[in-house]
């Protein structure tokens, strides 16, 4: 069973091309699902208010404001945050071993480190003007909350070269997805 990581910048199309994959028949993990679905234990969510400062009370809102204007409290979430992560993939990768692909959704590839768990990487793009309008449909307030959210991750022209293969999803996603999956197998 050979996992493929998923990655790319903020409101790029990820979500598209992972059901896309989903529709071709392949099991997929989502870490963006994995997370929101943590959020739902008190335990997480306690201990998340305990170690962010300025978090009285657990609100996504609120943590997402403070995480993106404070780089500590975010290497604290991350500390929390990501080992459950993992753990999540493994069980994943573990219940599909017999596949012989699976899929992984991972917004912060590389910058998490979790690259080096992949035996190939796909990183999906699109134009920035694309992503400035898709992210607006998710309610991002302005202009300046899309490039906090930009300014903790890597450029995606940095993404893009660090990974084994790139999908435009504003163009012929679907082909490509087969076509790189015919090139993995």
């Given amino acids: ?5 998923v ?25 963006d699902d994995y997370v929101k679905l943590l959020y739902q234990y008190k335990s997480i969510t306690a201990q998340i208010e305990q170690e962010i400062k300025g978090l ?8 997402a404001e403070i995480i993106y204007d404070d780089d500590k409290m975010r290497k604290k979430l991350e500390n929390i945050v990501h080992p459950l992560v993992r753990n999540g993939i493994k069980d994943f990768e573990f219940d599909n071993q017999n596949e012989n692909l699976v899929f992984t959704e991972v917004p912060l590839l590389f910058e998490s ?20 309008e898709r992210a607006k449909l998710r309610k991002i307030k302005d ?35 087969i ?5 993995i197998i």
């Fill in 56 to 63: 009285k009370v657990f609100d996504k809102a609120k943590l």
């Fill in 1 to 5: 069973m050979r996992n493929i990581a």
């Fill in 7 to 31: 990655t790319g910048s903020f409101a790029s199309g990820k979500t598209y091309v992972i059901n896309c994959i989903k529709n071709l028949g392949y099991k997929v993990f989502s870490c």
């Fill in 179 to 183: 076509e790189i999956i015919n090139k």
């Fill in 143 to 177: 202009f300046d909350s899309f490039e906090k959210i930009k300014k903790i991750q890597l450029p995606q022209e940095v993404k893009m070269a660090r990974s084994d293969f790139v999908i435009n999803s504003e163009v012929d996603v679907e082909e490509k997805i």
């Fill in 113 to 132: 480190g979790f690259n080096e768990y992949f035996s190939k990487v796909i990183c999906v793009f699109c134009l920035e003007e694309t992503r400035w």
